[in-house]
């Protein structure tokens, strides 16, 4: 009996919390706007201010009318997780970590529990003190949506850095008409081999490429999940109408694979990237001479 009694003061706490943020939503969108998080954000105009703070107390009211104070997924913590997403980045943007920036949040607390208690003629009312119970557990809850959203945006920045970088770091080279080359240097890892595949695939087809060199001269140790990289590279390539050569085979690394057993016996390899390419120009005609000579063309 005694739950369902809390039960019912809680959900009415819940919803007078919820017409209560409708009721003031300027009042305390007003005295929001001139909050840390806020004022930092919007620095050109304050009436920029003033309506993300309303987008935000509109929000709330939305949670709280479902009585699901403490449960970030609530369907109006989604209509502004973008925009506190954005708001929270360009926070941390500035130096602030997320506990900081949660910290921000927090401190929109109190101007709004003001206003709260305004609303009971007795603020040690019993009624009174569960609606700022309630309303403190759901800007507990807005507080956890804006530190799950800022390591969320981290996440993803870092996740596009270290997608650069591995673009970066892998480059396809047009060496001639026709022959394309990836200098591998480094670890090559899944998803660095990935980007390895799409890269050189793109390159074939704008290109218009018959020959592909993967030259992993730069490439420290090749063991078994390597050759596979390689290999998987290899036949991608061929699908796509290019022959496709290894470089770059050190002695080491030629004893290495002997010694693992790695089969290579369908790929064509050379010791260096020149003979690779001097390959590649045999085949296509290109008569390749030594010394100053150079190349001449058939």
């Not at 700022?132 to 557990?137: G, W």
């Not at 981290?154 to 396809?172: D, Y």
């Not at 690394?253 to 057993?261: E, N, P």
Request: charged fraction near 20%; proline fraction near 3%; charge should be negative.
């Amino acid at each position: 009996m005694q739950v369902s009694e809390h039960d019912a003061v809680s959900e009415l706490a819940a919803r007078q919390v919820g017409e209560f943020l409708q009721l003031r939503q300027e009042q305390i969108a007003q005295r929001w706007a001139d909050a840390a998080l806020f004022r930092t954000v919007f620095t050109v105009s304050r009436d920029e201010a003033v309506e993300a703070c309303k987008a935000v107390v509109e929000a709330l009211s939305e949670v709280a009318a479902t009585g699901r104070l403490d449960d970030v997924t609530a369907p109006g913590f989604q209509t502004v997780r973008e925009q506190l997403g954005r708001m929270a980045a360009s926070r941390a943007r500035t130096g602030l970590n997320p506990s900081e920036v949660a910290n921000e949040v927090a401190d929109l607390r109190r101007p709004a529990v003001t206003l709260l208690q305004g609303e009971f003629p007795d603020s040690a009312d019993r009624q009174a003190q569960e609606c700022v119970l309630a309303f403190t557990l759901l800007m507990g809850t807005l507080r956890l949506v804006v530190m799950e959203t800022t390591l969320s945006q981290g996440e993803e920045l870092i996740e596009r850095q270290r997608q650069q970088l591995l673009e970066v770091a892998t480059p396809v080279i047009k060496l001639w008409e026709g022959t394309v080359a990836v200098p591998l240097i480094g670890t090559l890892d899944s998803a660095r081999s990935q980007v390895v595949m799409e890269s050189l695939l793109d390159a074939i087809v704008a290109e218009r490429a018959r020959f592909a060199i993967l030259d992993i001269t730069g490439v420290p140790t090749v063991d078994s999940l390597v050759a596979q990289h390689l290999m998987k590279t290899v036949a991608a390539a061929r699908l796509m109408g290019a022959e496709c050569i290894v470089s770059g085979i050190r002695p080491a690394i030629a004893q290495t694979i002997v010694h693992l057993g790695i089969d290579l016996g369908t790929v064509l390899t050379r010791s260096s990237l020149a003979d690779a390419l001097a390959y590649t120009l045999r085949q296509q005609g290109i008569q390749v001479a030594s010394g100053t000579a150079g190349v001449s063309l058939p």
